[in-house]
C-alpha cells in the first residue's frame, strides 16, 4: 500500500531515530567506582554519540521460502542480505499438527491462498531501534519478531483464527496491525514486545490496514472470501462482508464504515466488485485510491463527499485469460503505490504482467513495462522509483517515476510479496545460520 504507507513509514523511521537519540540523552549508564576496594555502581550521564546509527533498507517478504532479503532502498537496490523468518519453524510444524483445527486451517491455506506452498511471510517491517525484523506469518498463523543479530525469535503473537495477513505500522513506529483473516478481526500490537494494545471488529476476510491523519485513524479493508471459485457475478452474494472500516486509533472503536458497493451504484459501475484490494490515499489524505477484485484498473474515491469520483481501466494482456477463477486470490491487478508529491501511481498489472506509471491529474498512463506476476508496489527510499515485486521470477524491479521506464531487476528469494522500508544497525550482517 502504497506511497503514503512508506512516506509514513520513512517519517516514523526518522522520528522514532530523533525519539531515541533524545531519550538516550536521559538514560542513565551504569559506571563503577572502586572505593575502599568495593566496586560500587554509581549514576554517570550518557550522551548522544552512544546511540546505535542506523541505515535506511528495503526487507522484501519472499512469501513461500520464509525468507527477507534486504536491499538498499534506492539506487542499483542491492542485494544486503538474508534473514530467516522461520526459524522456529519445527517448533511451529509440531504444534500444528498437534491441533486438528489449527491442522485444517494450514492445509486449507497451502490449498487456497498459497497456490500449492505455505504463505511464510506476508508483511513485514523494522522495528524503530532497527534492532529487529516484525513479520505476519499465514500459515503459522502469527506475529514475530526476530532479532537481526542473532536471527531469535524475540516474541510470537498468535492471531486469533489461525490466519494472519497485511500489517501496518503507525506513523511513531510503535504499533502494528495485523489482520486476521478467518475471525474478522484486527489487532493491534505494540511492536516491541508483542503486547496486544487492542483489537476490532471488520467484515469477511480482513486485508488491507492504513492508519491515516498522522496516526489518528486506521483504515480496515476486508476482501471477503477470495479463495473460493463462486467468482460468477451471480454468485457475488456467496463472497461475504466486504467493507471498509474506520476505527479511532486511539480507542479502537469503529467511527464509520463504507460499503463500496452503493457507490459503485451511484457512480454507475455496479458490475465491478465492492472488495477493496491494495489502496493508497494522496498526501493530503482526501483521495483514496484502489484496486477491485477482478478488475483491470482503479477507481479514485472523495473520502469528505464519500462518492467515487474517476475510473481507470488499464489495458488487458491478450494473452491474460478472462476467467476469473484463474484471477490469483481474485486479483486482476494487486498492487499499487503513489509517489510522495501525489503525481504520479504506479500500478502492478498483476495477471496481465506488466507495471505502468499513470499521471494522477489525468489518469493516463505510461509505458507498459513487462513484469511476472507483480504482486505489490512500493516507493524507492529517495522517492525516485517504484519497486515492485514480481512473484512469477523471483525478482523485484525498480521503475522510474519519471519516465516510466524499468531502472534495475534484483533476484530475490521464492515469491516475493510485500517490500516496506525499513531501518537497520549500519554495521549490519546476516545472522550465522
Known amino acids: 500500500m502504497h506511497a503514503v504507507s512508506t512516506h509514513a513509514q520513512k517519517t516514523s523511521a526518522r522520528t522514532g531515530t530523533s525519539r531515541r537519540r533524545q531519550r538516550l540523552r536521559n538514560i542513565t549508564a551504569a559506571a563503577v567506582l572502586v572505593a575502599a576496594g568495593v566496586v560500587v555502581p554509581v549514576v554517570s550521564t550518557n550522551t548522544a554519540e552512544a546511540a546505535p546509527a542506523l541505515r535506511e533498507v528495503m526487507f522484501v517478504g519472499n512469501n513461500w521460502d520464509g525468507t527477507a532479503d534486504v536491499i538498499e532502498s534506492s539506487g542499483d537496490f542491492a542485494k544486503i542480505g538474508r534473514i530467516n523468518v522461520v526459524p522456529d519453524k519445527a517448533a511451529r510444524l509440531a504444534a500444528i499438527y498437534l491441533n486438528p483445527i489449527n491442522l485444517a486451517v494450514y492445509l486449507g491455506i497451502r ?79 505494540d511492536i516491541n514486545t508483542g503486547k496486544q494494545l487492542g483489537k476490532f471488529s471488520v467484515g469477511d476476510k480482513p486485508h488491507e490496514n492504513i492508519w491515516t491523519n498522522g496516526g489518528k485513524y486506521i483504515w480496515n479493508m476486508s476482501i471477503g472470501n477470495v479463495e473460493t471459485l463462486l467468482d460468477d457475478p451471480l454468485l457475488d452474494w456467496t463472497k461475504g462482508d466486504r467493507r471498509i472500516t474506520v476505527v479511532d486509533a486511539s480507542t479502537y472503536e469503529v467511527v464509520r464504515t463504507i460499503d463500496m458497493r452503493a457507490r459503485l451504484k451511484a457512480f454507475g459501475r455496479e458490475d465491478l466488485s465492492n472488495a477493496v484490494r491494495p489502496a493508497v490515499f494522496s498526501p493530503d489524505f482526501s483521495k483514496l485510491y484502489f484496486q477491485v477484485s477482478y478488475f483491470n484498473g482503479f477507481l479514485e474515491y472523495d473520502v469528505e463527499t464519500d462518492r467515487i469520483t474517476r475510473v481507470k481501466t488499464l489495458p488487458k494482456n491478450p494473452a491474460t485469460s478472462d476467467d476469473r477463477t484463474s484471477f490469483v486470490n481474485d486479483s486482476r491487478h494487486h498492487g499499487m503505490s503513489m509517489n510522495f508529491d501525489g503525481s504520479k501511481l504506479c500500478i502492478a498489472g498483476t495477471m496481465d504482467d506488466y507495471v505502468t506509471v499513470v499521471d ?26 517504484c519497486l515492485i515485486s514480481e512473484s512469477g521470477a523471483d525478482r523485484v524491479t525498480a521503475i522510474d517515476f519519471a519516465t516510466g521506464q524499468k531502472v534495475v531487476s534484483v533476484p530475490v528469494g521464492d ?15 546476516s545472522p550465522a545460520g
Do not use: C
Open 360 to 385: 494522477s491529474a489525468g489518469l493516463q498512463e505510461g509505458p507498459l513495462v513487462s513484469a511476472s506476476k507483480p504482486y505489490w508496489a512500493t516507493v524507492s527510499g529517495d522517492g525516485r522509483d
Open 111 to 189: 490449498a487456497t491462498a498459497g497456490e500449492g506452498h505455505d504463505q511464510l511471510v506476508d508483511d513485514l517491517y523494522s522495528t524503530p531501534d532497527g534492532s529487529s525484523l516484525v513479520a505476519s506469518r499465514p500459515s503459522f498463523g502469527d506475529v514475530v519478531s526476530i532479532n537481526l543479530t542473532t536471527g531469535r525469535v524475540n516474541w510470537r503473537f498468535a492471531v486469533s483464527g489461525y490466519r494472519s495477513d497485511h500489517m501496518a505500522v503507525s506513523p511513531d513506529g510503535t504499533k502494528v496491525a495485523v489482520s486476521a483473516s478467518l475471525s474478522k478481526t484486527v489487532h493491534v500490537l
Open 415 to 429: 515469491h516475493p510479496q510485500r517490500v516496506r522500508i525499513a531501518q537497520i544497525p549500519a554495521d549490519w550482517t
